[in-house]
């Protein structure tokens, strides 16, 4: 059973920072791996969907990347600004017809 | 636009009672349904599984008397919290995914707030 961990729990960085937020899952034989935001009190936002088949996936300032042998995802954002202050969520399933398991969240603070 | 419709948003309700949550998808075939709870800065844990058409499967720990799950249609699944404690206020989301390789939508989610 995919199992998923997420490190740090809680990061406060800067304004402008470029940070990293890591993702570990145990089951290499991912199917899929996703990134999602939660703002406090709100429902989830797909940010990057990464296929097993793929690498890593960008969108604008975000930057996913998955390394099934090593069994990590990391979240890469650049230049960060304040808006970007959110609960940022892992999640993998391990096949078209079976359920995300989530991480428990990267509470990030961007500080302006 | 939204592909899954969650509601209602937010629900207010005594002790005792029931409430039901809607999940529909909105232009696709949802031939699965996983119902989630996220207790207060906790991660989404997994309740039930279902499929169109049959009974759910439900997730060590979770009754099934409690939180009973309808998956009546491949566009709509209910989650029914009955008799209702204020324990099991949370945040229940749902998500859908259809036939083949197809991706997993999320609903907006219900705040579930139990006096």
């Known amino acids: 059973k995919q199992e998923v961990t997420q490190i740090p729990a809680a990061l406060s960085v800067p304004e402008g920072e470029n940070l990293v937020l890591n993702c570990s899952f145990t089951d290499s034989a991912i199917y899929n791996l996703q990134w999602f935001r939660q703002d406090p009190g709100k429902g989830l936002t797909s940010l990057l969907l990464i296929q097993s088949s793929q690498r890593e996936q960008t969108s604008g300032r975000l930057n996913a990347s998955l390394d099934k042998s090593s069994g990590r995802s990391t979240l890469y954002i650049a230049a960060s600004q304040p808006g970007d202050s959110a609960t940022y969520l892992c999640?993998?399933?391990?096949?078209?017809?079976?359920?995300?398991?989530f991480g428990k969240g990267t509470r990030l603070s961007v500080i302006a | 636009g939204a592909v899954v419709s969650q509601h209602p948003s937010r629900v207010i309700c005594k002790s005792g009672t029931s409430v039901k949550i809607e999940c529909r998808s909105l232009?696709?075939?949802?031939?699965?349904m996983f119902w989630y709870r996220q207790f207060p800065k906790q991660s989404l844990m997994l309740m039930a599984t279902?499929?169109?058409?049959?009974?759910?499967?439900?997730e060590q720990g979770v009754e099934k008397d409690k939180f009973l799950i309808n998956h009546a249609s491949l566009t709509l699944s209910t989650l029914t919290v009955t008799s209702a404690h204020p324990e099991d206020s949370s945040f229940y989301i749902c998500?859908?995914?259809?036939?083949?390789?197809?991706?997993?939508?999320f609903g907006n989610g219900t705040r579930l707030t139990v006096t």
């Open positions: 232009d696709f075939q949802a031939t699965t």
């Open positions: 999640a993998g399933r391990n096949s078209g017809n079976t359920p995300l398991v």
């Open positions: 998500s859908a995914v259809g036939r083949g390789d197809s991706p997993l939508h």
């Open positions: 279902s499929n169109e058409g049959s009974k759910a499967t439900y």
